[in-house]
């Protein structure tokens, strides 16, 4: 029989009581050490995420999904109160893998995953960060009829509805641990179209943790159905700044994507940053519409100090493109530009892009010594790029393995 290998994908089977648990593991296509997510479903498991789990490998990350005791060929019966237990396994045998970076694991669940991840993190300060996704907040609060509890059961090794629905009322409702989290990355992504948990069942816990970070998806149902790239791109974005290296920005300046409004406020700049030359034309009004989560905006005290507007290629995989970059000339001495540009290198990696493109006009002497410092590699002129006349000098940049 031929062995069939998947390319950084393992399957992977975790002791926890004595059973074997079973998994899968996506694993960053580069050597070294790597931020890693333990990704966990809820009950009974039929939405796994493996969208997020590719997505994340494809962004240099590892990701180990696992099944609890008694669901989906794992060994032993299954068990509410169980699952922290599992998930402490899932993470000692991470802690044993030589790829992982235990300083960079955060834990991601949704519905009673969701539940689970808080409940395992109060506990185990492992778990660096944490993304806590439509989760189960107090089972009192969200009792479920026996119907459901006998179609979870339907699905589940070893326990009746009746026992379902025990181990489900007997749960410890999330607020009472969720202070224990504090000091940690914390975010809860919701969707306000939740059928099984609404907001208002959410509220309690952000009210318990008010470190932690609340995204509301407008519309997005229980399992964020017509919402997966949208989670996709918040958690790996998220987490990319959770785990960042990079300082934050000094002298009172902070950073944030722009928005609509922006639109007016940068292009009433242009020319007094830019000498005098209008250069309205190359901001319309879409890049604050559609490329707004991979931009930046600088502000200090309100006032508009730098901006960078770039987005990830749609037609060619694995390329990110900046478009236009401004500072203030009283600030252009002092690092910002350069900050920028690495925060979008950050970002760009984390939605798969490897090699960062932009251009410049040939006589922009200034423009093309900066990029070449930034280690940007510079073609030669070519001419009529932009048009008859309009001859431009394309940068590449690697940024990625």
């Not at 920028?340 to 950050?346: D, I, K, S, V």
Request: charged letters at 20%; a negative charge; one cysteine or more.
């Amino acid at each position: 029989m031929t062995n069939i290998k998947i390319p950084n994908l393992e399957g992977v089977i975790i002791n926890s009581h004595g059973y074997r648990l079973l998994g899968a593991f996506w694993r960053a296509d580069t050597k070294g050490k790597h931020p890693t997510v333990l990704l966990l479903h809820g009950i009974p498991g039929i939405e796994k995420n493996y969208d997020l789990a590719y997505a994340l490998r494809e962004a240099g990350w590892n990701c180990l999904a696992f099944h609890y005791r008694g669901c989906w060929g794992s060994e032993g019966n299954y068990t509410l109160p169980g699952i922290p237990d599992d998930i402490t396994a899932a993470i000692d045998y991470l802690s044993n893998d030589p790829g992982v970076d235990m300083t960079r694991l955060a834990g991601v669940g949704l519905s009673l995953g969701g539940w689970g991840v808080i409940m395992a993190a109060a506990r185990d300060s492992r778990l660096r960060a944490i993304v806590s996704m439509n989760p189960l907040v107090d089972p009192k609060a969200q009792p479920f009829d026996d119907e459901t509890f006998t179609n979870f059961a339907s699905m589940l090794h070893g326990i009746s509805p009746a026992e379902v629905k025990a181990q489900w009322a007997a749960l410890t409702p999330l607020t009472q641990v969720a202070p224990q989290l504090g000091g940690r990355p914390t975010l809860l992504l919701t969707g306000d179209a939740d059928e099984l948990f609404p907001p208002e069942h959410i509220q309690p816990l952000a009210d318990a943790m008010p470190f932690a970070e609340w995204k509301r998806i407008p519309n997005a149902d229980h399992i964020f159905s017509d919402h997966r790239r949208i989670v996709v791109h918040t958690v790996i974005d998220w987490l990319t700044r959770a785990f960042s290296p990079l300082p934050p920005l000094n002298d009172g300046l902070t950073l944030r994507s722009p928005t609509e409004a922006d639109h007016a406020r940068v292009l009433s700049v242009l020319n007094d940053w830019w000498g005098g030359r209008n250069l309205r034309h190359l901001l319309p009004r879409l890049y604050f519409q559609h490329f707004n989560d991979t931009s930046f905006i600088v502000e200090k005290d309100g006032a508009l100090v730098a901006f960078l507007i770039g987005f990830v290629s749609q037609s060619e995989p694995g390329v990110s493109y900046i478009h236009f970059v401004g500072v203030h000339p009283e600030y252009r001495q002092g690092g910002i530009a350069r900050a920028l540009y690495e925060r979008f290198f950050e970002l760009a990696r984390a939605r798969g892009a490897r090699e960062v493109h932009l251009i410049t006009s040939p006589v922009n002497a200034g423009s093309i010594a900066y990029h070449l410092r930034l280690g940007f590699t510079a073609s030669n002129p070519i001419p009529d790029y932009d048009g008859k006349g309009e001859d431009r000098i394309v940068f590449k940049k690697t940024i990625g393995g």
